[in-house]
């Protein structure tokens, strides 16, 4: 099993491959305080690293023994191997991928929901921009699908913000070992905006269409690792007097996006809106689209302003913690919040 696949934030992996850790072999082969000096970090998180590397190793071993699928199911045990190794995509916030456990996970759909100017958008275009940091890095190396309902992508803004990626990349690979040069960042940002593919409709009709596109456009257009509507919301709230009819059509679009999820072991991240709801006297902001919508996706993550400061809330996740975490929209992307953070204008 390779370093990359380890369930730990991406700063470590990166640090670890940086470092020549490229196997679990090399890390058992070292004693925590060469690894903690290695990788410049404490020696309990040294420790906790080693003990994420002996239970993968252990799950690995254990499903060798057998066959995960029987008959065209699996077994419990091959998907609790699967949840634990899943990859994740960083949000370049470590807060905020703390409480995600690493980041975005392959294999599931996250719903992302706030009020306008919360920074979604921005979220979006980073994690676009994410994808594609190299696995050398603790990245996945993958390419970008990106639906637009509402006209908010900016190119602009995803030139800035990969450039901003390219430079701390650059800056990190100065910790490298000399003998590790293959390692040096090699991207450019106009390759970073030709692996992001973009499609904008205009309608729910063509929404849907591009869904039911996508399986065939994936297996064309290999490494897509992650497939982002932004928003998920906006025609589906307009000119639908049939709710039943609304329920269903968005039920059968999650269901299919779930199925992409877990065939091309990719990431599907819904943005949301909000409304008002009237709940026992009084009235409430919650998250549009209703209370059947609310099941269909694996996590609910919403963002919200405390003071100056976003916040990012985990409401939803079989496998997360409720947390929360600040974050910052800042000219370079999404970043760590600071306490002197003051409300950003959307770009």
């Not at 026992?280 to 902001?285: D, M, N, R, T």
């Not at 079989?318 to 974050?327: G, I, Q, R, V």
């Amino acid at each position: 099993m390779e370093v990359g696949r380890l369930p730990i934030a991406s700063s470590k992996r990166g640090k670890l491959l940086s470092a020549g850790y490229t196997t679990l072999d090399s890390i058992f082969r070292s004693t925590v305080t060469q690894l903690a000096r290695d990788i410049e970090v404490s020696d309990s998180e040294a420790l906790e690293i080693m003990e994420i590397a002996s239970h993968a190793s252990s799950r690995l071993e254990g499903s060798s023994k057998g066959p995960a699928t029987v008959g065209g199911g699996q077994t419990a045990w091959a998907m609790l191997n699967e949840e634990n190794l899943s990859q994740r995509i960083t949000t370049s916030c470590a807060d905020l991928d703390s409480i995600l456990d690493g980041g975005i996970s392959c294999k599931e759909v996250t719903e992302i929901g706030g009020l306008p100017g919360i920074g979604k958008t921005q979220i979006g275009i980073q994690l676009a921009v994410n994808v594609q940091i190299p696995v050398e890095y603790g990245g996945l190396g993958g390419k970008a699908i990106y639906i637009d309902t509402e006209g908010s992508f900016m190119v602009e803004r995803v030139l800035q913000i990969a450039e901003a990626c390219i430079e701390d990349m650059s800056e990190y690979s100065h910790h490298f070992p000399k003998d590790f040069q293959a390692c040096k960042v090699k991207m450019h940002p106009n390759s970073i905006l030709e692996n992001i593919y973009y499609f904008r409709v205009c309608s729910y009709s063509e929404q849907i269409a591009l869904v039911n596109y996508l399986d065939k456009f994936i297996t064309e257009h290999k490494d897509i690792k992650i497939i982002i509507i932004d928003s998920v919301t906006f025609h589906f709230r307009q000119d639908f007097e049939d709710m039943a009819r609304r329920t269903r059509l968005l039920g059968e679009m999650a269901l299919k996006l779930m199925k992409l999820a877990r065939k091309f072991s990719l990431a599907v991240v819904l943005f949301n809106q909000v409304t008002i709801k009237h709940t026992e006297g009084s009235f409430q902001l919650t998250l549009a689209l209703g209370d059947s919508w609310s099941h269909s996706c694996t996590n609910r993550i919403i963002l919200f302003w405390k003071g100056d400061e976003r916040y990012a809330y985990i409401d939803k996740s079989p496998s997360l913690k409720p947390a929360t975490a600040p974050y910052a929209v800042t000219s370079r992307g999404i970043r760590d919040s600071t306490s002197n953070t003051k409300r950003i204008k959307m770009m």
